[in-house]
């Protein structure tokens, strides 16, 4: 029930873009994407909602695709401040909010 | 500061014991989620609370429990302690009980060790 991300991780330089992707085996209600540096707490970045509704960050855009099941989020211009690990959830119909592994990004100088 | 206090920041157990975390949502949330986050790893949904009633359920182990109080501050209780809970608990809040309606504030969560 888990969503599947990929890649795990990416090295990007600075001003370059990235592609995190996001899958899931159920039917989903929304997709959440946050970001979590390290030690300290994930931070929201955008909502999905079933419908087209997108709520979120104005430097980084996402998809949803609910036919598919899939969301991407696409960081473009790269700033070293877009390192982080960054998480999908999915809500499904029965409320609860599930997190993929993360996808470990590194913006480099 | 996203406004959801969480309380220990840090807590050293051994093995066998009970703990209790504490969390108190951003004013004016209803809804409160436990997610547990062993090192380096994803973000393990426990469970969900809205407006004092159990919304949801995850993976939380029997020996877990939880509450969420008239005043809606949230409790996770962790017993029998095992070597692998030592893991970073964060409790969240949003303010629906509906998930996707709205954002999730995340504390800073509670690191665990269990030795």
């Known amino acids: 029930q888990q969503p599947v991300q990929s890649p795990q991780a990416v090295i990007l330089r600075e001003g370059e873009d990235a592609v995190i992707n996001c899958s899931s085996s159920?039917?989903?209600?929304?997709v959440h994407w946050y970001r979590q540096k390290h030690g300290e707490a994930p931070v929201f970045l955008m909502i999905l909602l079933k419908g087209g509704e997108q709520k979120g960050h104005d430097k980084i855009s996402a998809s949803f695709n609910e036919k598919k099941q899939q969301s991407s989020l696409y960081l473009t211009a790269s700033q070293l401040s877009y390192s982080g690990t960054y998480f999908c959830g999915t809500g499904g119909n029965n409320n609860d909010m599930r997190f993929g592994a993360g996808t470990r990004l590194t913006v480099k100088p | 500061d996203s406004g959801v206090t969480q309380t220990p920041k840090h807590l050293i157990t051994a093995t066998g014991q009970r703990v209790t975390l504490r969390c108190s949502p951003r004013?004016?949330?209803?809804?409160v989620y436990w997610y547990q986050q062993s090192l380096d790893q994803g973000l393990q949904f426990l469970i969900q609370y809205y407006n004092g009633e159990e919304r949801a359920k995850g993976n939380i182990l029997e020996r877990f429990s939880a509450q969420q109080f008239p005043d809606l501050h949230s409790e996770l209780n962790l017993s029998s302690l095992e070597l692998g809970d030592s893991a970073l608990y964060f409790c969240a809040s949003s303010v629906g009980g509906t998930i996707g309606t709205g954002e999730l504030f995340f504390g800073e969560g509670s690191r665990l060790t269990v030795l």
């Open positions: 159920k039917a989903l209600y929304s």
């Open positions: 004013s004016g949330d209803l809804s």
